[in-house]
């Protein structure tokens, strides 16, 4: 294998230097063609929310209630619950309410996944006349990036437009629906809960007064009544035990319901506001990418002609 000295490369390229000079100033003149007079500028705007508790929770001597966005429902069927609750003697009765009762939680992950939600979106478009640009749901989630800080409670709402304005619109907008619609959501559900904990607490105070009709009617003469009235005492402490334990769901469940949940649980720590610079296209940076690419080709195409000249057959005359 021949080998070339390093006398024998700079030799070639400056044999060539012209060309080597010519071709990546032409691929700057390019590049900067297209960045500062093809290309639109791209702005991003971002907002930054902070997420304390995505569901809402009571920790008292009764039940927790975690309500949650729809999919993770669970429905709750009255006349299996109240089979336990007739068994409930040897159990905690706020302990049981909650296994019943329960809802899944809902993550970070969750949380910016529905950032995205349809219903969200067209919210945003509606509210801004984004469709007379041109906007749908489609192409809207397309400008739209949501980050959440690792390690941290922080998620970020990034909008890119041509439109610096838009861009901090779209993304405040943003969070204000969003903020709107886990607050509705929580809502529904925790409506929910309560119309299954107002039917149990119905169908309590009925055994509650066909238990209290029974002890009063109990012939005090009986030979039995002692033994008798001592288990139906015993069996309507445990129907109160349960009525008071409904009855506590139920108040918590009026105040969740009437509390803004969405405004106090999560909360816009850095609004949007209008870009002054754009993102893209990174001028500097295509340049200079266009320079070395330039000038990577001009020294192949320098180092392949002297091949092609060294490595030409000699002719000879016959």
Same mark, same amino acid.
């Given at each position: 294998?021949?080998?070339?000295?390093?006398? #024998?490369?700079?030799?070639?390229?400056?044999?060539?230097?012209?060309? $080597?000079?010519?071709?990546?100033?032409?691929?700057?003149?390019?590049?900067?063609?297209?960045?500062?007079?093809?290309?639109?500028?791209?702005?991003?705007?971002?907002?930054?929310?902070?997420?304390?508790?995505?569901?809402?929770?009571?920790?008292?001597?009764?039940?927790?209630?975690?309500?949650?966005?729809?999919?993770?429902?669970?429905?709750?069927?009255?006349?299996?619950?109240?089979?336990?609750?007739?068994?409930?003697?040897?159990?905690?009765?706020?302990?049981?309410?909650?296994?019943?009762?329960?809802?899944?939680?809902?993550?970070?992950?969750?949380?910016?996944? %529905?950032? #995205?939600?349809?219903?969200?979106?067209?919210?945003?478009?509606?509210?801004?006349?984004?469709?007379?640009?041109?906007?749908?749901?489609?192409?809207?989630?397309?400008?739209?990036?949501?980050?959440?800080?690792?390690?941290?409670?922080?998620?970020?709402?990034?909008?890119?437009?041509?439109?610096?304005?838009?861009?901090?619109?779209?993304?405040?907008?943003?969070?204000?629906?969003?903020? !709107?619609?886990?607050?509705?959501?929580?809502?529904? %559900?925790?409506?929910?809960?309560?119309?299954?904990?107002?039917?149990?607490?119905?169908?309590?105070?009925?055994?509650?007064?066909?238990?209290?009709? %029974?002890?009063?009617?109990?012939?005090?003469?009986?030979?039995?009544?002692?033994?008798?009235?001592?288990?139906?005492?015993?069996?309507?402490?445990?129907?109160?035990?349960?009525? !008071?334990?409904?009855?506590?769901?139920?108040?918590?469940?009026?105040?969740?319901?009437?509390?803004?949940?969405?405004?106090?649980?999560?909360?816009?720590?850095?609004?949007?506001?209008?870009?002054?610079?754009?993102?893209?296209?990174?001028?500097?940076?295509? $340049?200079? $990418?266009?320079?070395?690419?330039?000038?990577?080709?001009?020294?192949? $195409?320098?180092?392949? %002609?002297?091949?092609?000249?060294?490595?030409?057959?000699?002719?000879?005359?016959?």
């Amino acid at each position: 294998m021949e080998e070339i000295s390093v006398r #024998e490369l700079i030799e070639i390229m400056l044999k060539r230097k012209k060309m $080597i000079l010519v071709i990546p100033l032409i691929f700057v003149l390019i590049s900067g063609i297209l960045s500062f007079f093809v290309l639109s500028p791209t702005y991003e705007a971002v907002t930054t929310l902070a997420v304390s508790s995505i569901v809402p929770i009571t920790n008292t001597n009764t039940p927790t209630t975690n309500v949650v966005m729809p999919g993770g429902e669970q429905v709750v069927d009255i006349n299996e619950m109240m089979k336990y609750l007739d068994k409930s003697a040897e159990r905690d009765i706020s302990a049981m309410l909650n296994s019943l009762l329960k809802y899944n939680q809902m993550s970070i992950e969750a949380f910016v996944t %529905q950032t #995205e939600n349809a219903q969200i979106m067209q919210k945003v478009i509606d509210e801004l006349n984004l469709a007379e640009q041109g906007y749908g749901i489609r192409n809207l989630r397309d400008k739209i990036a949501v980050e959440n800080t690792k390690g941290t409670n922080l998620v970020e709402i990034k909008v890119e437009d041509e439109d610096p304005k838009v861009a901090a619109k779209i993304s405040n907008a943003i969070s204000k629906h969003l903020i !709107q619609f886990i607050t509705e959501e929580n809502s529904k %559900q925790t409506k929910k809960l309560k119309k299954y904990i107002d039917e149990l607490i119905a169908l309590e105070e009925k055994k509650i007064d066909d238990l209290s009709h %029974q002890i009063a009617s109990l012939d005090l003469n009986a030979s039995n009544y002692k033994s008798t009235k001592s288990r139906l005492d015993a069996r309507l402490l445990v129907l109160n035990n349960t009525y !008071q334990a409904l009855i506590q769901k139920s108040e918590q469940l009026d105040l969740i319901d009437k509390a803004d949940f969405g405004d106090s649980s999560i909360t816009i720590t850095a609004p949007a506001y209008e870009p002054r610079k754009p993102v893209s296209p990174n001028k500097i940076l295509n $340049i200079a $990418i266009a320079f070395v690419l330039g000038l990577m080709i001009s020294v192949f $195409i320098a180092f392949f %002609q002297e091949y092609w000249e060294n490595s030409a057959p000699v002719k000879t005359e016959k």
